[in-house]
């Protein structure tokens, strides 16, 4: 992003940002169907005036007591009290290559127990949240101002693919929505991770699942804080000056896997980076997202209990 000029980065995050409200709006009635759905937990009575003045709005905790025995069991499965990775030697074993499987083991669960500290709150939260969504996500990457890996709950109403998408794998773009304070963001920038530029305060987009989570939970937004809204858009390019080229190289006019990260509300660009390890001839994309998925579902969302007996 420091090499293009001004206009071609303008130009780039006009087309990112477009591209991304189409991919948000082409799910709308996806987003629509959970909000109506969150309202089924049972955790907030209303007050009607039908069928008289002073009738007590109850909803049956069904789906809530189904979404707490769905976290139990499964947490209990991928996280128990040995660590959540085993290890299995394919092939022809021995006790060399059986000991460099209990090292790899015990390296691992430390990894995740111990030094992840994010992992076993994220999973727990993650497993609440995919019995009712139908689908979450984790984000599996190196954090340069942690200086270790990450493993990230992503609820799926912060990412966003497009209409036609069916797997994570074949999809041309996935964007990550980032809300992130001043500080966070400033970090990002010393670290040389974003670009150095100044930022202009906005307005967060309407987030009707945010706000719907944040009514049943009874909390509101303190508008003194300053929360940036970060699209980081996975997609591929054909960037001028950085172009594939064939065995003769020559300009082969094939789009290359990127990852390009703007300010939603300012419309700047923090960074561009390649999304294909350097070395790869066949320059295939990294993947940074895991979906899980409670049922498989039609398309590319799974279905939650909001959708199997949400109707009930």
């Known amino acids: 992003a420091e090499v293009f000029p001004e206009e071609v980065l303008s130009e780039l995050s006009t087309e990112l940002r477009e591209n991304y409200e189409d991919d948000l709006e082409s799910r709308s009635d996806w987003k629509d169907s959970y909000i109506k759905g969150l309202d089924l937990l049972g955790i907030k009575y209303e007050e009607r005036t039908q069928p008289f003045d002073g009738a007590t709005g109850v909803t049956h905790p069904l789906i809530a007591e189904s979404v707490t025995q769905f976290q139990a069991q499964a947490y209990k499965e991928l996280l128990p009290a040995k660590g959540p990775v085993s290890t299995n030697v394919i092939g022809r074993k ?83 929505v980032l809300r992130m304070d001043e500080n966070e963001t400033r970090k990002m920038q010393v670290a040389g991770v974003y670009r150095d530029i100044e930022l202009s305060s906005s307005e967060e987009s309407e987030n009707k699942v945010k706000e719907k989570i944040d009514e049943l939970e009874g909390a509101s937004k303190n508008y003194s804080e300053e929360v940036y809204t970060i699209l980081e858009i996975h997609t591929n390019l054909d960037l001028e000056g950085f172009e594939d080229l064939d065995a003769n190289n020559e300009i082969t006019g094939i789009k290359l896997p990127y990852i390009v990260t703007l300010d939603h509300g300012s419309g700047e660009i923090l960074a561009i980076r390649r999304n294909f390890d350097e070395g790869d001839p066949l320059k295939r994309k990294r993947q940074f997202f ?3 998925k409670f049922l498989p579902g039609l398309g590319f969302y799974g279905f939650g209990l909001i959708h199997t007996i949400g109707g009930l």
């Open 290 to 292: 895991v979906h899980y």
């Open 94 to 176: 021995d006790p060399e290559r059986e000991a460099q499987a209990t090292r790899v083991k015990d390296f691992m669960n430390y990894q995740i127990t111990e030094v992840m500290e994010e992992y076993d709150p994220d999973t727990d939260q993650m497993l609440f949240y995919l019995p009712l969504a139908g689908s979450t996500f984790k984000k599996v990457y190196f954090d340069i101002t942690k200086n270790r890996a990450v493993a990230k709950f992503v609820p799926a109403e912060d990412l966003v693919v497009p209409y036609e998408a069916s797997d994570l794998n074949t999809t041309t773009r996935v964007t990550h």
